[in-house]
């Protein structure tokens, strides 16, 4: 993805879009650990950090590598791969690595409330109207069509990452009915 590519909101996150030559140490090897400011111990100058906002130490912003995730809302993660790392291969490195597999799983499960909570409201907007535009799309989204699991029960785990993510869904959506005045609280 180019920088002309961005969304609006993401072009003051990439005012120069980090070079991909610094992804890889001296052997050309694919850089984990070292490209985040939290855990660095190199001599390689960190890019990123984990932090969900950009952080800024002696005059060097890192940029927030959670806030460009969650702006660029790419459930399968492909374009963030590439636009953050050059290839898809080392953000499955990254994925495997012990220090960010919970941070990346959070991230996950966030981006899923975003959007299929932004689907149900399109999907609640669209009931209203007669044509009934996207609302494929919205039943989409809000019912991960992306992805799709093998044949089966699900495993425990499932169900809990389900229930939790249902629920979180379940409060944003009665607040905004409460905001709207749809719904009183009792």
């Known amino acids: ?17 980090p070079d991909h030559d610094i992804m890889r140490d001296g052997k050309g090897r694919k850089r984990t650990m070292s490209l985040f400011f939290e855990e660095n111990v190199s001599s390689l100058p960190a890019v990123y950090t984990i932090k969900d906002y950009n952080h800024e130490v ?8 959670y806030l460009i995730y969650m702006e660029l809302a790419d459930p399968t993660e492909y374009e963030f791969a590439r636009l953050c790392f050059g290839s898809w ?10 220090f960010f597999d919970k941070e990346v799983t959070k991230w996950r499960e966030e981006l899923e409330v975003k959007l299929r909570s932004g689907a149900i409201k399109q999907i609640m907007t669209n009931s209203t ?21 093998p044949a089966g029960a699900p495993s425990k785990a499932e169900k809990a990452r389900k229930a939790k993510i249902d629920k979180s869904i379940h409060h944003e959506l009665e607040d905004d009915a409460e905001r709207l005045g749809l719904t009183t609280k009792h």
């Open 129 to 149: 109207l007669s044509e009934g535009r996207g609302q494929t799309a919205a039943k989409f989204l809000a019912d991960r069509g992306w992805d799709k699991r």
């Open 89 to 98: 291969q080392h953000w499955q490195r990254l994925c495997g690595a012990q």
């Open 58 to 65: 002696k005059g060097v912003t890192y940029i927030s590598l």
């Open 1 to 17: 993805m180019s920088k002309k590519a961005l969304p609006r909101k993401l072009t003051p996150l990439f005012d120069e879009l």
